[in-house]
């Protein structure tokens, strides 16, 4: 396997600069970083210019974008048409600043109001009707176009209150969209937290040709509490299996770009040196 390791940049949000998050990453031994598509009090161009700046200076291969996407769950039309317009936008001066590859990519929260945000099973595809479905199927038939034009994908992260939390929702709605450059990231540590989640085969196999990128953290589960049962660990501890998930990655030819990231909180530098030796230790093994 020849995959590249990108580094989420929640490992280096704890008053981290640009510049430190550049360098560090090099530095570390990760390939590149996904980045907020916004930063706050950060104007796009702004934004874009210096980022491009440091990934010159620092030498990291590769530049990817993350969240937040457009939000295209709320009900005011010109709400959304403005969300998406940004979106385009965006994407568009950052083509001019770097080759993009992947964009990790979101439809809005979908949260029912008489439910706790962490009842996951109320919210999200399942509390979705018609026309929210119609509404992140009618903008991202356009941004397909557009990622198809500057030649870059985007792939839904399956995340927990999102049109796209589970892998059956989420298959759903790339097939929906039926763009070929609209894709999935395969978020496994997402899809366990719902009630009786597929195996990491039948995720993957679910995921079939459109799985365009993965991110991988790990959880512990504790039993005998049926809301927020998950608390983060290192990917080496917790339930999900990296070594049989990297083998499965490797069966199916999955050549993509693999993303660590940070659900937890203390010395995020050193989980983020600890989890990328584990990662790269199970590709030089597998």
């Known amino acids: 396997m020849e995959n590249q390791v990108i580094m989420h940049v929640n490992y280096m949000e704890q008053g981290q600069t640009i510049e430190e998050i550049c360098e560090k990453a090099v530095r570390f031994g990760f390939d590149g970083v996904e980045f907020r598509r916004k930063i706050k009090d950060m104007k796009d161009e702004e934004y874009l210019e210096k980022l491009a700046r440091q990934q010159e200076k620092s030498k990291l291969k590769y530049v990817l974008f993350g969240g937040p996407g457009p939000n295209l769950m709320d009900e005011n039309p010109d709400v ?34 008489s439910y706790s945000y962490f009842e996951f099973d109320r919210h999200g595809s399942f509390f979705a009707n018609e026309k929210h479905w119609h509404w ?76 365009y990128y993965v991110h991988l953290k790990n959880l512990f589960k504790i039993d005998g ?6 608390i983060g660990c290192s990917l080496s501890d917790g339930i999900i299996n990296y070594r049989e998930f990297l083998k499965i990655l490797r069966d199916k030819n999955y050549t993509g770009f693999i993303c660590i990231e940070a659900p937890r909180q203390g010395d995020r530098e050193y989980f983020a040196k600890q989890d990328l030796d584990y990662i790269k230790q199970l590709l030089y093994e597998i």
């Open 225 to 230: 509490i049926e809301y927020k049962n998950y």
């Open 80 to 113: 959304r048409k403005k969300e998406l317009d940004e979106a385009i936008n965006f994407y568009k001066k950052a083509s001019k600043y770097f080759k993009l590859t992947v964009c990790n990519i979101m439809t809005g929260v979908l949260v029912n109001p």
């Open 136 to 211: 992140a199927i009618e903008g991202f038939k356009i941004l397909g176009d557009l990622a198809e034009q500057l030649n870059f994908y985007f792939a839904f992260e399956t995340h927990m209150c999102f049109l796209h939390d589970t892998i059956e929702s989420s298959r759903k709605l790339v097939d929906l969209i039926d763009k070929k450059n609209v894709g999935i990231n395969l978020d496994y540590a997402n899809i366990i937290c719902f009630k009786n989640p597929p195996s990491i085969k039948e995720a993957v196999e679910r995921c079939g040709e459109k799985l």
